[in-house]
């Protein structure tokens, strides 16, 4: 696509489901990432992919937050056992190539409501 | 520890003026720096992005200025319109593979 497509846009759950988010990224790119925006905050790192690279999970702030991201395109976060601190708009975005220019390109964000 | 931090938190001005926003952060051994538009509900923008080896980018009415060794950064919009109201973001990395550090963002309202 022409932008990165993220899904759903809006998801309401109730504590202690699991939901899993999807980043969809612009074609070509090799880096991802993800934030976390809640309201009234910055934007909080969560996790970085670079290419075939090790993630870099230094911004998860549990165990209860996982990504993967499959064929170096796609990328899904899942959070299990969801609290209400959860809910937030989750942002992916994704770089041709964090050492070239760094520019992020960003999705709409996924809205998580944890009831 | 990199922390970003923008002032003022909200701005409104009327319509036609020419305005700044201020950007400030710690480490100034930064890679880039980003400006970014987010409107309501919606995700962020690139503005303007600066290489650490440059003093300016400019866009349209958009002038995003880098000061590394203040620390500082402004973003300059001229003539204001409406359709510029919007929460603007300032970013940087400290290298090229590191995420971007986020300011709180300037919250901007034009007004007709």
């Known amino acids: 696509g022409a932008g990165v497509s993220q899904s759903p846009s809006n998801k309401v759950t109730e504590k202690g489901k699991d939901v899993e988010l999807r980043c969809d990224p612009i074609?070509?790119?090799?880096?991802l990432y993800w934030y976390r925006q809640s309201l009234g905050q910055g934007l909080e790192f969560l996790i970085y992919?670079?290419?075939?690279?090790?993630?870099?999970k230094s911004g998860l702030p549990s165990d209860r937050f996982s990504a993967e991201r499959t064929g170096g395109s796609v990328s899904t976060l899942t959070i299990q056992r969801t609290q209400q601190e959860d809910s937030a708009v989750y942002l992916c975005?994704?770089?041709?190539?964090?050492?070239?220019?760094?520019?992020?390109?960003f999705g709409e964000g996924s809205r998580l409501t944890v009831l | 520890k990199q922390e970003v931090t923008q002032i003022p938190a909200a701005l409104s001005v009327p319509e036609g003026e020419n305005l700044v926003l201020n950007c400030s952060f710690t480490?100034?051994?930064?890679?880039?720096l980003q400006w970014f538009r987010q409107d309501p509900g919606k995700g962020l923008t690139s503005l303007l992005l600066?290489?650490?080896?440059?003093r300016e980018q400019t866009s349209g009415r958009l002038n995003a200025s880098l000061d590394k060794s203040s620390g500082r950064s402004t973003l300059y919009i001229a003539a204001s319109q409406p359709g510029d109201s919007a929460t603007y973001l300032c970013?940087?990395?400290?290298?090229?593979?590191?995420?971007?550090?986020f300011g709180k963002g300037t919250r901007l309202s034009v007004i007709a």
């Open positions: 975005a994704s770089s041709w190539d964090a050492a070239n220019t760094g520019e992020l390109f």
């Open positions: 074609s070509g790119h090799t880096a």
């Open positions: 992919f670079q290419g075939n690279s090790a993630p870099d």
């Open positions: 480490d100034s051994a930064i890679y880039n």
């Open positions: 600066i290489q650490s080896s440059q």
């Open positions: 970013a940087v990395t400290n290298s090229g593979n590191t995420p971007l550090v």
